[in-house]
């Protein structure tokens, strides 16, 4: 691998650690953040290149904690590649990718032929969960590097469904790896399918798979974690009800995160874009939205991901229930956060704690999630004095489409750096960069 060429930011607006934004120049050299400066003298100005940042905000790279890129076994819809541009896009430098591939990323083998895909083809840095079967495979403990250990107790089917109390009870009790659940309670879901069969109004959608449903698998993880201190991950809560009992009862160890969707979309948005607006778990009521905000702001949630899980157009106009659930979002979510900051809902500093800052201490990802020398150089550069309305033509995404195609949204990336190299500038992606896999040290925090 060739070393990037150095590179020197010059007048952009610096978020430090203290969450303070100060003006100034940064030096990166060898995939690192050497120096931070109020004015810094290009060492050799015939070898390095000067990024004018003038009216920029630099953040820390985004990482995105979950995401569903599709490869290997169903590329049709995405694949790492694409995903990865996807990601530099919209400020990602570092994702984590779920199990639910073909096949299913559940033994070494699975996860070293995931990990040597993604070298070849990542324009941004990669990591990869681990999927809980009823097997209760050793890989399940053993398998290196993994984020951590995905199960869904719900919203699934096949062998990565884990929906029976005994097993997961046995998942929970061996090992000390983080967890991190998909909780919907699957035999509630079942019954309410068969109560609402015959309706294809997709909006029914969220009432098949109601705010009980999500609260009762949350309640029963939170109790298996207790029991045995377990590091548990809440992935995407979408209800009021988990809120508030997060807010009551999680202990230090115990982590949760919430999507994009879940905080700006809801019920009423199946009436303007349908079966684009399904996923799982379901969009809730404004007031779920509401409760979820507060929880965000006051650091009852932990941190932000995407559930970036893209299908076809053709799939997705399907009827109900026969259109799959699930829509990208790695592209967009740090504009549609960085718009609700210039919009005084929240702070710049708030936006780069949850999307970076929190996501690398809970994933214990070294080096990543701030500015500072000694820090990797994953860095992103956004523009918050203009806005730009999404269009279904730029989406990078292979699926082609956006649940937020429209929405006028500020702080969109102008140059995303990963490794101390530029990969995303003024619209186009640089192809020949390559992420590296991410690294998981219990040590590193």
């Keep these: 691998m060739t070393v990037p060429l150095p590179l020197l930011i010059q007048h952009a607006q610096i978020l430090h650690p203290d969450g303070k934004m100060r ?67 919209g400020g990602v430098t570092s994702f984590l990718e779920m199990p639910n591939t073909r096949p299913l990323t559940t033994t070494q083998a699975t996860l070293d032929d995931k990990l040597q895909r993604a070298a070849s083809k990542c324009v941004v840095n990669y990591g990869f969960f681990i999927g809980a079967t009823a097997e209760m495979l050793p890989d399940l403990l053993d398998a290196n590097p993994v984020c951590g250990i995905k199960i869904f107790m719900g919203s699934m089917h096949g062998a990565l469904l884990i929906d029976q109390a005994d097993l997961l009870e046995q998942i929970f009790a061996k090992g000390d790896r983080l967890i991190a659940v998909h909780a919907e309670n699957q035999e509630r879901i079942k019954q309410r399918r068969e109560e609402f069969a015959g309706i294809t109004d997709p909006a029914i959608h969220s009432q098949i798979q109601d705010n009980q449903a999500a609260l009762e698998a949350t309640q029963l993880a939170l109790q298996l974690s207790k029991k045995y201190q377990r590091r548990l991950h809440i992935l995407h809560m979408s209800t009021a009800e988990e809120a508030d009992l997060m807010r009551q009862e999680k202990p230090a160890w115990v982590t949760c995160e919430v999507t994009p969707q879940h905080l700006l979309m809801n019920t009423t948005d199946y009436a303007r874009i349908g079966t684009l607006a399904q996923m799982n778990p379901p969009l809730r009521s404004p007031h779920d939205n509401a409760v979820l905000w507060q929880a965000l702001l006051d650091g009852v949630i932990d941190f932000i991901a995407t559930d970036h899980a893209p299908h076809t157009l053709e799939e997705k106009a399907k009827d109900y229930p026969n259109s799959p659930s699930g829509m990208p979002g790695v592209e967009t979510s740090l504009a549609l956060m960085l718009t609700q900051a210039a919009q005084g809902r929240c702070t710049v500093a ?34 918050l004095q203009n806005y730009h309305a999404l269009t279904r033509a730029e989406v990078l995404s292979k699926c082609g489409w956006s649940p937020f195609e429209g929405w006028n949204l500020t702080g969109w990336p102008v140059i995303t750096i990963v490794g101390g190299q530029v990969v995303y500038e003024q619209g186009k992606v640089k192809t020949d960069v390559r992420g590296q896999a991410l690294r998981f040290d219990a040590e590193a925090i």
């Design 350 to 383: 708030q936006v780069a704690h949850w999307m970076s800052t929190a996501v690398a201490k809970a994933y214990r990802i070294p080096h990543k999630g701030a500015i500072a020398p000694g820090y990797d150089a994953d860095l992103v550069l956004v523009d």
């Design 23 to 89: 003006p100034g120049d940064v030096l990166l050299r060898a995939g690192k953040i050497e120096q931070i400066a109020p004015a810094i003298t290009p060492p050799d100005p015939d070898t390095i290149r000067i990024i004018d940042a003038t009216g920029l905000i630099l953040l820390p790279g985004v990482i995105d904690p979950q995401v569903h890129f599709r490869e290997p076994g169903l590329e049709y819809k995405e694949d790492l590649f694409t995903a990865s541009c996807a990601c530099a896009r």
